[in-house]
């Protein structure tokens, strides 16, 4: 059975860093795309970021210059760095990842909740 389990998420003033973490374990044998997504009190989730197994990457435009996504594939491992925070990118934030064999299946994790609070 496949999870993906995020860290890194916590308290921070505006201007702030944090960097989310989010590991794949379990029957793995290929990813694909991996993203990550937040949801704000009261608002739709939306994608933030995303990367291809090659390491192609595309933003949210009001992510676009403070964040950054990375992976380590021999780590199943995608990662967030996320640079002057700002308030409102208050939100729990969410892994999403492409993973399968011949086909792929889709797989959240639990989240992880980012406050930017002075």
């Known amino acids: 059975q496949v999870k993906l389990v995020e860290s890194g998420g916590g308290l921070v003033q505006p201007g702030g860093s944090l960097r989310l973490s989010c590991a794949a374990s379990g029957s793995i044998f290929n990813i694909n795309t991996m993203a990550w997504y937040r949801q704000a009190p009261g608002k739709q989730r939306e994608l933030v970021a995303t990367i291809t197994s090659g390491g192609s990457t595309n933003y949210a435009d009001s992510v676009k210059g403070r964040f950054t996504i990375s992976r380590n594939n021999a780590k199943n491992t995608v990662y967030l760095q996320m640079n002057s925070l700002k308030p409102e990118d208050t939100a729990v934030y969410y892994c999403?990842?492409?993973?399968?064999?011949?086909?792929?299946?889709?797989?959240w994790g639990q989240g992880t909740q980012v406050t930017v609070s002075s």
């Open positions: 999403w990842a492409e993973i399968g064999d011949y086909s792929y299946d889709i797989y």
